[in-house]
């Protein structure tokens, strides 16, 4: 699905990602994980294209995508949520998700209902969509005015309203309670077994273990360690670059 | 008292088109958070097309209209791809100053491709004033109050009843989002722009066509009555860039009459200067939350 080819990012003399090789394949959770400023968040802005790469190739369903720009990694099927969530404020939770739906799928459709709202099933994946992330009650309100833990639930929402077949999540449990990121846990899963890749950073450790098929760790922009979640639990490497932090498991 | 009315109405119809003209500035605000000092001459030089073709080929005013919009919507996307497509977020000072340097050249390239200083513009009605009661209107300012209002209903509608305002919308609220949830932001923003500058190749045949005359000059006064009654109006709020047109329209109206051609301008300025220190959002705007930076230490 997704290869990572000695992927680098430089920031001026800050090697924030160097030479990073990853695969994530459909069907199955990779979790990212690393200490703070370990090149996890310059990873995902790569693969969505935020900025380009310094060397390196992303590969994508057996395509170069490197130099695409991020609508048409969009299109390919590449969604992405934000750790600092960034919704549209100003617009209905409904709209959100509509103005989110994968863009080749909509050019398939009439044209004049297209500029005008949209056919019957795409506002049927929609209502589906709000019913999934428990959002169907809200679908009126402004997103400005969520609730933070509904904002999170909208930002993963609209992801996957662009029907990606590799969904990156930047950080979705920051500032959850016990009870949100158990059914996070329970959607991360749901959405596997439909067969989609997904690429998981997360902090909060109890959340990666559980749900990551495999794990990655990045240090300083390099992949330290890679396996199943208990192979890196007992990773010397792993251990010491985690030293200090009590999350460390 | 009638002269209060009729002037009231004769701002009210001039009001109009600097409502039109408005109205594609804050399309452009609206969208980009930039200000575009070359709207104005992009508009002048729709103009010259039109002017030109009627002087050489005695195009009517239809076809000189078509030749308007096309020329402001051409010169409006070449100052788009020059001067806002290559700067990155946040460089907005570096667009407006770019736009000003378009400004010059398409001004000297219109005095260049037609030297004098002044050249006829066809009328676009040349029927008689209707009379009501003790008052007189224009047709062709009719003509003017109904295309501002109806391309004013028209921006709205597609702003917030179609699935492309409402990316423009979501991009206006968080263009890095609007990236990544597949918006192509680029494109959007240039079809804005080219609309906004028909808008204004719309406003500048109407008010060069009660004219009769276009002169170099016009893309100032284009950019300024634009700026001016969109400021007036509220940054950003479309029903206020046809309100604060309208107004202007009216106080020029009313101070021409009462104090004389030198005057009025001033006056207009005071209104704007009252509005800038009482209601810096303006009649529907909201005012922009500007962060100053203090330096650092004492």
């Known amino acids: 699905m997704l290869e990572l080819h000695r992927l680098t990012k430089h920031f001026g003399g800050v090697r924030a990602v160097d030479g990073v090789d990853l695969i994530v394949n459909p069907g199955e959770v990779l979790g990212l994980i690393g200490p703070n400023g370990s090149g996890k968040s ?208 | 008292m009638v002269d209060l009315a009729q002037n009231t109405i004769d701002g009210l119809m001039i009001g109009s088109s600097y409502g039109l003209l408005a109205l594609g500035f804050t399309v452009i605000f609206g969208v980009m958070r930039r200000l575009n000092l070359s709207y104005g001459p992009s508009i002048m030089i729709g103009a010259y097309l039109g002017t030109f073709l009627y002087i050489q080929q005695g195009a009517g005013p239809l076809a000189v209209a078509g030749a308007v919009v096309v020329g402001s919507v051409l010169a409006g996307v070449y100052v788009e791809r020059l001067c806002f497509a290559p700067m990155k977020a946040g460089a907005a000072i570096a667009s407006m100053v770019s736009s000003f340097a378009i400004w010059m050249q398409l001004e000297q390239a219109a005095i260049l491709v037609l030297p004098r200083h002044t050249y006829p513009f066809p009328p676009l009605s040349t029927a008689l004033p209707l009379e009501f009661g003790p008052f007189l209107l224009r047709v062709d300012h009719l003509m003017m109050l109904a295309c501002a209002v109806l391309l004013a209903f028209a921006v709205h509608g597609v702003l917030y009843r179609t699935r492309y305002g409402l990316g423009l919308r979501a991009i206006i609220g968080n263009p890095v989002a609007a990236h990544l949830v597949g918006i192509p932001v680029r494109r959007s923003v240039l079809i804005a722009f080219a609309g906004a500058s028909a808008i204004g190749g719309v406003a500048g045949f109407l008010v060069l066509a009660v004219d009769q005359q276009v002169t170099p000059m016009f893309g100032m006064w284009a950019t300024l009555k634009g700026l001016v009654a969109m400021m007036i109006g509220g940054l950003g709020s479309i029903p206020g860039a046809l309100l604060g047109g309208l107004l202007l329209g009216v106080v020029e109206a009313q101070s021409q009459w009462y104090f004389g051609p030198q005057i009025r301008d001033l006056v207009a300025y005071l209104v704007l200067f009252a509005f800038l220190v009482m209601r810096p959002g303006g009649l529907l705007g909201e005012a922009p939350k500007v962060e100053i930076a203090l330096p650092q230490g004492t």
């Open chain 1, 42 to 249: 310059t990873t995902v802005n790569l693969i969505c294209g935020l900025f380009p790469l310094t060397s390196g190739l992303i590969m994508f369903k057996g395509e170069d995508i490197s130099a695409l720009p991020p609508h048409e990694r969009v299109t390919r099927g590449i969604a992405r949520t934000f750790q600092n969530i960034r919704l549209f404020g100003q617009l209905t939770v409904w709209q959100n998700l509509w103005v989110a739906q994968n863009s080749a799928e909509q050019r398939r459709q009439n044209p004049v209902r297209r500029w005008f709202g949209g056919g019957g099933s795409a506002r049927e994946d929609i209502g589906r969509t709000l019913e999934f992330f428990d959002l169907a009650h809200k679908r009126d309100e402004l997103a400005g005015n969520l609730a933070f833990g509904e904002q999170r639930r909208l930002e993963f929402a609209r992801a996957f309203a662009a029907k990606p077949v590799l969904l990156l999540l930047d950080e979705p449990a920051a500032g959850m309670n016990a009870e949100e990121i158990d059914q996070l846990d329970a959607r991360i899963r749901t959405l596997r077994d439909t067969g989609m890749a997904i690429l998981l950073i997360e902090h909060h450790v109890e959340l990666v273990m559980s749900v990551a098929d495999r794990i990655a760790v990045l240090n300083f922009g390099q992949k330290i360690a890679e396996g199943s979640p208990a192979e890196v639990q007992n990773n010397p490497l792993v251990r010491e670059a985690y030293l200090g932090t009590a999350t460390a498991a």
